[in-house]
């Protein structure tokens, strides 16, 4: 099974500021995901991160506001930007080894903008 | 559009048996997956059922029935520990993830 790094763990940020988050696997992958998740609520897809070409972004989540890298099939960032206190909120990374395997999850980064 | 239903939050008692239903509506089916979820920390897998039937896992067991978009989650022996959210999750013909919100299952000494 594959094991996620993703750092910072949690920050508070202050609003019109940038936050990006690092997420590092030990193995390479070939499906990345980044959602998002609201205490109590679902988990919502941000965006699921190509390695070499452009993040593939869900209804409602754009690349002006969540800039996604993914330079190798280990590592991927997501950068929150502009941020307001409706951002505020846990950040999770995930990888599936396989097409419709089971998802490996990272640490998550708690974000409050205040 | 894709739905997912489960119960916001439930409450057992130590020792006993309780189970956690999901039904669902998704645009095709490649799979439901269980993810338990402990307050602040990431989802980690549990249990996944492709086929109609029971998966058994130790204490956990989950169900599958494809023709009526249903499946359970039982959990046997229920310990403290396992006071935590459970995820149900289906892979829809895409190959996406489609979640539910999550039951949250508080257990009483």
């Known amino acids: 099974s594959a094991v996620i790094s993703q750092k910072p763990s949690r920050d508070i940020c202050q609003r019109g500021t940038s936050l990006t988050i690092q997420c590092q696997v030990d193995?390479?992958?070939?499906?990345m995901f980044w959602y998002r998740q609201q205490p109590g609520q679902s988990l919502t897809l941000i965006a699921t991160a190509n390695q070499g070409s452009e993040a593939t972004y869900e209804s409602g989540f754009v690349i002006d506001k969540f800039p996604i890298s993914r330079p190798n099939l280990t590592f991927s960032t997501l950068t929150v930007s502009n941020m307001s206190p409706e951002d505020s909120s846990i950040y999770l990374c995930?990888?599936?080894?396989?097409?419709?395997?089971?998802?490996?999850f990272g640490q998550g980064t708690r974000l409050t903008v205040v | 559009g894709q739905n997912i239903d489960q119960p916001t939050e439930m409450t057992a008692t130590e020792g006993a048996i309780v189970q956690i239903n999901c039904t669902y509506q998704?645009?095709?089916?490649?799979?439901l997956f269980w993810y338990q979820q402990h307050a602040g920390e990431a989802p980690t897998f549990l249990s996944y059922n492709v086929l109609d039937g029971l998966e058994e896992k130790g204490r956990f067991s989950s169900f599958l029935s494809r023709s009526k978009g249903y499946s359970y989650l039982l959990l046997k022996e229920l310990q403290m520990k396992d006071s935590a959210s459970y995820l149900c999750a289906v892979t829809d013909s895409n190959y996406q993830l489609i979640w539910g919100a999550g039951t949250k299952l508080i257990i009483k000494p």
């Open positions: 193995s390479q992958v070939t499906m």
């Open positions: 998704t645009s095709g089916f490649n799979g």
């Open positions: 995930s990888v599936e080894e396989r097409e419709g395997t089971e998802a490996f």
